[in-house]
């Protein structure tokens, strides 16, 4: 059965950090992944998506992930975090057996 | 505004009760979804539907009874739930459920249950 894992459940950081948060799924083939973000009292938001191509995708405010398919990693980047990413993500994945498969998300809290 | 509208927003009821959850989708999609999220736990998903017919449930107990008279609008009627069905439901939709064609999943903002 597919399944996400995201390791990271709550991360700390001051604004200017870098940060990274790690994704890996258990399936063999074929995958589509997505991060998404829900900021605090607002509803899941696409950060970005892989499908095919390049690894590395950039998404939204920043943010970009890249797919490692030998690792079966999807990990979500951002050079310098602001406040205003305080969020919890979310990664998921498509295998195209079943709908989308949510990791359990990691809340995200950037102090100022 | 996300495109997929749920309605209640919040809703208490008791374990008696029956109520429903209402979804609509303004993005002309042919699949609709139901997640569950509680807390520290993944998004779980419940039920799926494209094109007015189920794909998929994911083992829901039968106390979660969904409706999907159209591609537009999806319910989740609620009959003698139990405290710990108390959750934000939240429901979404997709242009289709074919991976093939790299669907993204839009979610409507959720309805907050309290099962009293």
């Not at chain 1, 990274?20 to 998506?49: D, I």
Request: overall charge neutral; glycine content about 8%.
């Amino acid at each position: 059965a597919q399944s996400v894992s995201q390791h990271n459940h709550h991360v700390i950081l001051s604004e200017a950090a870098s940060l990274e948060l790690g994704c890996n799924y258990s399936y063999g083939g074929t995958v589509n992944l997505f991060w998404y973000v829900q900021y605090p009292g607002q509803h899941l938001q696409l950060l970005l998506k892989y499908f095919s191509g390049d690894p590395l995708v950039k998404g939204i405010k920043g943010f970009e992930a890249e797919f490692i398919k030998s690792k079966f990693s999807f990990n979500l980047r951002k050079p310098s975090v602001q406040w205003s990413d305080t969020a919890e993500y979310f990664c998921a994945v498509d295998t195209g057996r079943r709908a989308l498969t949510f990791g359990s998300g990691t809340r995200l809290q950037v102090q100022p | 505004e996300t495109g997929v509208t749920q309605t209640p927003r919040h809703l208490v009821m008791g374990m008696t009760n029956k109520k429903s959850l209402k979804c609509e989708q303004h993005l002309g999609h042919n699949a609709m979804y139901w997640y569950k999220q509680s807390a520290k736990k993944p998004l779980e998903l419940m039920f799926v539907y494209n094109f007015k017919e189920q794909t998929e449930n994911n083992s829901v107990p039968s106390r979660f009874s969904p409706e999907c008279p159209n591609s537009s609008h999806l319910f989740l009627h609620l009959h003698t739930l139990q405290p710990e069905d108390s959750a934000l439901y939240l429901c979404a939709s997709s242009q289709g459920i074919d991976r093939g064609s790299g669907n993204t999943i839009y979610f409507g903002e959720g309805s907050w249950l309290t099962v009293v």
